[in-house]
């Protein structure tokens, strides 16, 4: 067109591919403000301006997550102004040393213009996620009479089913912001208070309003690290009490995990979930701007309506079966605490 190259979303978008993949590295994270208020005399931590110091500090963070309601931070049992300051607030992912950069080039997208049509037989995303529920319907995991639409979410953005992973558009898809398949990236919706508890330290409450079943909830965000890396410090973990670290081991990928994220020194409020022996979220794996598959992001999903001022909780230990119930047991490693969930078929143990 008079000389000028006619530039189009798909030449954009292929464009794009061949530029080096954007993602953060572990050991570029700043730890100045935790250093300061860690040298500041007690007395500080524990008061109310520690507290505002704290959610500012979550609201500066939350530039990726642009109109979601606030964060608050709550403590009528102890003389705690806020949770330690022991890790930067953030709800990106991280790379530690090893891991590699996110597979772009492999990436599978649509050409979709508008809101993506989940029935369309040409739409990739749809073609992608119908393929990964193949398995699922053979195994009965999904109904034979179930008629709903490859992509999980429903008209009012519910995921549907949990045992499988999540397939959303990405980056180099023509759809809209606003497409069906974006969930995840839409942000969380709901209030939530991160509230300190009489036996369970810090968790996670809901806010005022009710959160109905198959609801995002977060993404459980860190370092994202090499398995071999996760054992040497889960090794120091468990000797002193407490861990963050989560192995990407889902049933679908062969349950052998390669990669662990660890929400020690970097994470957000889902590292104060608290186990529960009859959780009411779940984790879910979600592939969006990541064609390797051993490295989705773990999405936190309510299972059943939550009610306001509930507590938000998953199972540390995964499902909770009859075989689960029979070898629980504890372990002399200062980590394997005693379960205080208070559920009616509590186990008695956090890990087994």
């Not at 977060?218 to 996760?230: F, K």
């Amino acid at each position: 067109m008079d000389g000028y190259p006619v530039v189009t979303w798909n030449s954009y978008s292929q464009a794009q591919r061949l530029l080096p993949p954007k993602y953060r590295l572990a050991k570029d994270l700043a730890h100045e403000l935790q250093d300061r208020v860690n040298a500041l005399p007690q007395s500080y931590r524990h008061s109310h301006q520690a507290t505002v110091l704290f959610e500012a500090m979550i609201d500066e963070a939350m530039d990726d997550e642009l109109g979601a309601p606030p964060i608050s931070i709550i403590n009528e049992v102890t003389d705690e102004g806020a949770p330690p300051w022991e890790f930067v607030y953030t709800n990106q992912m991280w790379y530690g040393e090893g891991v590699p950069a996110p597979d772009i080039k492999n990436l599978k997208s649509c050409g979709c213009v508008g809101r993506c049509d989940p029935k369309s037989k040409t739409c990739g995303c749809a073609k992608r996620q119908r393929q990964h529920l193949k398995r699922y319907i053979a195994n009965g995991t999904i109904p034979s009479t179930w008629n709903g639409v490859p992509f999980l979410y429903d008209n009012k953005g519910s995921l549907q089913f949990f045992e499988m992973p999540i397939f959303e558009c990405n980056d180099f898809c023509g759809c809209d912001e606003d497409c069906p398949n974006r969930v995840v990236q839409r942000g969380r919706r709901y209030a939530i208070n991160i509230k300190r508890t009489e036996f369970k330290g810090w968790g996670v409450f809901n806010g005022p309003k009710r959160i109905p079943g198959g609801s995002f909830i977060g993404v459980y965000a860190g370092e994202l690290l090499t398995v071999e890396e996760s054992d040497r410090r889960g090794m120091l973990y468990n000797k002193f009490g407490r861990t963050y670290l989560f192995d990407i081991d889902f049933h679908h990928m062969g349950a052998v995990a390669t990669y662990s994220v660890d929400a020690y020194h970097a994470g957000n409020f889902t590292r104060f979930l608290n186990h529960s022996c009859d959780p009411n979220c779940e984790i879910v794996p979600c592939y969006i701007n990541e064609a390797n598959m051993e490295k989705p992001l773990l999405t936190i999903f309510t299972k059943r309506d939550v009610d306001p001022s509930e507590e938000l909780s998953f199972s540390y230990i995964g499902s909770i079966d009859k075989d689960t119930a029979k070898n629980a047991k504890k372990n002399k490693d200062a980590v394997y605490a005693e379960c205080h969930c208070g559920s009616a078929n509590c186990l008695g143990v956090l890990f087994s």
